[in-house]
């Protein structure tokens, strides 16, 4: 069974910086589509990034600029590198596998999501 | 981006009663490309429902999901005690993947 883990959570400020990994068992992150939802407290699901095993990679809008996707190879793990962060960025965090289906009108990937990590809480707070 | 507006935002029913979530989506989902997920407190969201009524692996049969074009729906029949969370749905019909508000059902 996939089971996906996140690590690196934390406390920091405004406009700090804050790394993420992610992480699994019966699973590579690193040879397949792997992506990153984040749920703000008390709030609804955010698509975050898609990143393809070719090593494509989407962001939202409201992250592109400031948060960097990156495999560790030698560690089977993902990384969010997330900079200039902001308090509407507080949420938790979550690793996902993305089932591909098809491709959209624009040639993009679409696709669910079909394993989720517990996630990993990130505050953002003076 | 597609939107998707979930109602109601709480149900509370008893166990044995059946519940109906709504989906609408702003735009033609095509393939009925819709999906469904529970949430329980400090957890993070399973996946119920793809393709707007194939079940996922494991899910019990008294979840179904219906729908087409801009309106879906997951139903549960006959409520579990279990079945308290929160039901999000996630359109996959064009990039990026996007949700909706979301659905608490309640067991009095």
């Known amino acids: 069974e996939v089971q996906l883990m996140e690590s690196g959570g934390g406390l920091v400020q405004p406009g700090g910086s804050l790394r993420l990994s992610c992480g699994a068992s019966a699973f590579s992150v690193t040879s397949n589509y792997i992506a990153w939802v984040r749920q703000a407290p008390g709030k609804g699901l955010e698509w975050v990034s898609v990143l393809y095993p070719g090593g494509t990679i989407y962001y939202a809008d409201s992250v592109r600029g400031r948060f960097t996707v990156s495999r560790d190879f030698s560690e089977d793990t993902l990384q969010l590198q997330m900079n200039s962060l902001r308090v509407e960025d507080t949420a938790v965090y979550y690793c996902a596998t993305p089932h591909p289906v098809d491709y959209d009108r624009s040639g993009l990937l679409i696709y669910y999501f079909d394993h989720w990590g517990q996630g990993a809480r990130v505050i953002v707070s003076s | 981006e597609i939107a998707l507006t979930q109602s109601p935002d709480t149900l509370s029913l008893s166990p044995g009663e059946r519940a109906t979530l709504s989906c609408k989506a702003s735009?033609?989902?095509?393939?009925?490309?819709l999906a469904w997920y529970q949430q329980k407190p400090g957890q993070s969201p399973i996946l119920l429902v793809s393709g707007a009524s194939s079940r996922a692996t494991g899910v019990p049969d008294r979840f179904s999901g219906s729908g087409s074009e801009t309106d879906f729906t997951l139903l549960i029949s006959g409520l579990e005690p279990e079945d308290s969370a929160m039901y999000y749905c996630q359109q996959y019909s064009s990039s990026p993947p996007t949700f909706g508000g979301g659905t608490k059902v309640e067991i009095k």
């Open positions: 735009e033609f989902l095509r393939n009925n490309f």
